[in-house]
């Protein structure tokens, strides 16, 4: 490859080769420059992949979506700096750099970025916000002088990082471990009922190790389940290569292995297929669950570090499912990389710019704490606290990416509290402040001109009851509480959501959270006298939870109580469409904040008949409905059962079909005997 006069990368090429490893060369100095050097590095190749805005960079691209970057190879990958640094997008370009290659990453002069903005500021930035530096930008600049990378300059020195060549001892063994790990999955899966959970990090060959699993077990069948059929090709790639067949890239079924959407997979009625689920994380927790529910042979394997997204929080919460439901569920981890060799320094540096790489450490048990605020500045300067901050928000979210690094350091108006103990984190609390909009902005918002960027809060509570009063006070809204896993249920949360609430009651007006609700969370929030005054229609891709809205307010009471009563009054109806499979708990837990209303003695009196004439139960259950939505709390002590049934048969509204079945009940003869006794049960409360 013909490389620039003013230095020579064929050295590094041929030693990064050699190696069997990939590295990050900065290109320094002004775009066009750049752009100049980079069309002569690329003048000799075909594999290379650019992305910039610029038209000056030869192949120019610039691709909304990540799995438009991943899935591809190339020996050179270019990220224009100028274009924006979304993080995201850099670390999926990363991941298409092959063993012998390198990142070149497009930046102004090192000495200039602590002081410099790049276009994608924007990307972090509220409406009515301008920002002049970047935090983030500012601690590359600390850790690049740290990383195993070279440097390329416009005008000062050129760097180059050449590395020691290697023992060819310590080379060419990345599939050790990966053969390893088949042999003992094919152990596991003999089995009658086994659940095993894969994880591995990017490029350690999970997916290809599904394939493998397959190739390896001909006699077996197998159903391989993700949410999108590109995600497995990598499984039907090596399958057909192990068992010398062709491959189109399109067949959806391919000697013994056969791919099915979650969605349909969890309809079909199979006995002995063992079922593959790659990138669980990416599924709903409650799909994964039934999944491991309906099928008895399994394999969840999903990324713990990658570009998406962490899945950290994914194997957390779905781990205290299996320990508790199947607790001889075995976890197996894939660590080698498949496409380079290990200790790559590109990794190596990807991961310590994006603090991919940082583990939450908590201290053994709990003593004496205090809570603090954390500015950005204290981030930037900082590094095992930042890294600490990060690590709880990926343990907290399962869909924390590294953009929410960048946005933790370069939002102005988010606000990080937090619970340490001497030097750990214990809990953060990350608060994001908004409204005090403009009339201009506002008189925007009415007229449905625009939807300003950031404002997230007011501004759904303004479409919810067309009042101005969100739009032009001040808010908090709460993004995230993240509590140390081994000091949750401990009221830790409750104590740091207090401190928060006292730092800011002088400088907001009302404080709110959005969030997937759940029976639990919402309980946390009721408890800290919040108010449910939405809940979204749909579910989310990765959690399957609707979102809530939830609002606490000393200033703005008339307009919450409105809220209030207006949610209260359509959720009923909402109960019988859009949230007819809403979980029990979550059901009962809303329809708690309503105003309790006492029984007549019509109603008592009718009830009562029902009781003895169980008959006319049927015909009595809107008199049921009436109650139940009168009195709420009545529910609290009726039997787990009753409970249930009043919730999904009359509030609901539920087929008896569906009310047979999730009740595990044979007949409508011992439906309408578990009616008889609900019906009784109530009449004792009143």
Same mark, same amino acid.
């Given at each position: ?21 990939r ?14 050097e980079?069309?002569k ?15 000056a960079?030869?192949?120019?691209q610039w ?9 591809q190879?190339f ?10 640094v979304?993080?995201?997008?850099l670390?999926?370009l990363?991941g ?11 930046l ?7 002081s410099?903005?790049?276009e994608g500021?924007?990307t ?6 301008s920002?002049?530096?970047s ?12 990383l ?13 990082s050449?590395p ?7 080379l060419?063994?990345r599939?050790?471990?990966q053969?390893?790990?088949?042999e003992?999955?094919?152990r596991?899966?003999t089995k ?13 060959g999970?997916s ?6 397959a ?7 197998f ?22 067949v ?11 292995l056969?791919f099915c959407p979650?969605?349909k997979?969890l309809?079909?009625?199979i ?5 593959l689920?790659?990138e ?11 999944i491991?529910?309906?099928?008895k042979?399994?394999?969840f ?6 570009y998406?997204?962490n899945g ?16 001889t ?11 380079y060799?290990q200790?790559?320094p ?5 991961n ?20 603090t ?7 930037l300067h ?5 890294r600490q901050?990060?690590?709880l ?14 946005q933790?350091l370069d939002q ?25 909009l403009?009339?201009?902005?506002i008189?925007m918002?009415?007229q449905?001109?625009?939807?300003p960027?950031?404002?997230?809060l007011?501004?759904?509570l ?19 509480i ?5 000091f949750?249920s ?9 401190y ?15 969030f997937?609700?759940?029976a639990?969370?919402l ?9 449910i ?6 579910q989310?891709?990765a959690s ?9 307010? +000393?200033t &703005?009471?008339t #307009? !919450?109580?409105? $809220? ?5 009054? %359509?959720?009923p109806y909402?109960?019988?469409?859009h ?11 809303i ?15 009718y ?5 003895t ?5 049927e015909?009595?259950?809107?008199q ?18 009753s409970?249930r049934l ?9 087929t008896k079909e569906v009310?047979?079945?999730d ?5 409508? +003869?011992q &439906?309408?005997? #578990? !009616?008889?006794n $609900?019906?009784?049960?109530?009449y004792? %409360?009143?």
């Amino acid at each position: 490859m013909q490389d620039s006069k003013k230095y020579n990368l064929e050295a590094l090429f041929e030693r990064l080769t050699f190696n069997q490893h990939r590295q990050l060369v900065l290109f320094c100095g002004s775009q066009k420059w750049a752009a100049t050097e980079l069309n002569k590095l690329t003048r000799k190749t075909t594999s290379f992949l650019t992305l910039s805005k610029e038209p000056a960079f030869k192949q120019a691209q610039w691709p909304e979506h990540l799995h438009q970057i991943l899935g591809q190879e190339f020996e050179v990958a270019i990220y224009d700096g100028y274009s924006g640094v979304i993080p995201n997008k850099l670390a999926a370009l990363s991941g298409t750099v092959k063993a012998g290659g390198i990142l070149a990453l497009v930046l102004p002069e090192l000495a200039q970025l602590n002081s410099w903005c790049d276009e994608g500021i924007i990307t972090w930035q509220n409406h009515q916000q301008s920002l002049t530096t970047s935090p983030f930008l500012a601690r590359w600049q600390r850790l690049f002088a740290q990383l195993p990378i070279s440097i390329i300059s416009e005008t000062n020195d050129t760097r180059l990082s050449l590395p020691d060549l290697k023992p060819a001892s310590e080379l060419n063994h990345r599939l050790g471990e990966q053969d390893k790990v088949i042999e003992t999955l094919i152990r596991l899966l003999t089995k009658s009922q086994q659940h095993i959970l894969l994880t591995a990090d990017r490029g350690r060959g999970k997916s290809s190790a599904l394939g493998l699993l397959a190739s390896k077990m001909p006699e077996q069948s197998f159903v391989i389940c993700a949410r999108q059929y590109q995600a497995v090709k990598s499984s039907f790639t090596h399958l057909a290569k192990a068992l010398g067949v062709d491959y189109s890239g399109n067949e959806k079924t391919l000697a013994n292995l056969r791919f099915c959407p979650p969605d349909k997979l969890l309809q079909e009625n199979i006995s002995d297929d063992i079922i593959l689920v790659d990138e669980a994380a990416a599924l709903p927790v409650p799909t994964l669950i039934k999944i491991a529910e309906k099928f008895k042979r399994s394999v969840f394997a999903s990324t713990l570090v990658g570009y998406e997204g962490n899945g950290r929080g994914y194997t957390l919460r779905f781990k205290r499912f299996l320990a508790k439901h199947y607790p001889t569920y075995q976890q197996l981890t894939l660590n080698a990389p498949i496409r380079y060799e290990q200790c790559d320094p590109l990794e190596s540096s990807i991961n310590k710019i994006f603090a991919l790489d940082a583990e939450f450490n908590a201290p053994k048990q709990l003593e004496q704490f205090e809570f603090t605020h954390i500015t950005s500045e204290d981030l930037l300067h900082d590094e095992h606290l930042l890294r600490q901050a990060f690590s709880l928000l990926v343990l907290a979210h399962y869909q924390t990416s590294v953009n929410d690094l960048r946005q933790l350091l370069d939002q102005p108006e988010n606000k990080l509290f937090a619970i340490k103990q001497q030097n750990h984190l214990l809990g953060i609390c990350l608060v994001s402040i908004e409204g005090v909009l403009n009339a201009d902005s506002i008189a925007m918002i009415a007229q449905q001109n625009r939807r300003p960027k950031g404002h997230l809060l007011p501004q759904q509570l303004y479409h919810l009851l067309q009042q101005d009063a969100f739009l032009s006070h001040k808010a908090a809204r709460v993004v995230r509480i993240a509590i140390a896993p081994d000091f949750q249920s401990q009221k830790l949360g409750l104590q740091l959501l207090n401190y928060t609430e006292q730092q800011l009651q002088d400088e907001v007006d009302y404080f709110g959270s959005s969030f997937g609700c759940t029976a639990k969370l919402l309980k946390f929030w009721q408890e800290n006298e919040y108010q449910i005054v939405k809940l979204g229609f749909k579910q989310d891709k990765a959690s399957g939870e609707y979102a809530a809205l939830v609002v606490k307010t +000393k200033t &703005l009471k008339t #307009q !919450l109580a409105t $809220l209030q009563a207006l949610f209260e009054s %359509q959720f009923p109806y909402q109960l019988l469409s859009h949230y007819k499979q809403l979980p029990y708990e979550l059901v009962l837990c809303i329809l708690l904040s309503r105003p309790k209303i006492e029984a007549s003695e019509i109603q008592k009196q009718y009830l009562q008949s029902l009781t003895t004439q169980p008959a006319n139960i049927e015909q009595g259950l809107p008199q049921i409905w009436h109650l139940a939505l009168q009195r709420p709390d009545l529910l609290c002590n009726l039997s787990a059962i009753s409970q249930r049934l009043i919730i999904k048969l009359v509030l609901q509204n539920n087929t008896k079909e569906v009310i047979l079945s999730d009740f595990e009940l044979h007949s409508k +003869k011992q &439906l309408n005997q #578990q !009616l008889h006794n $609900l019906v009784t049960e109530l009449y004792v %409360q009143i």
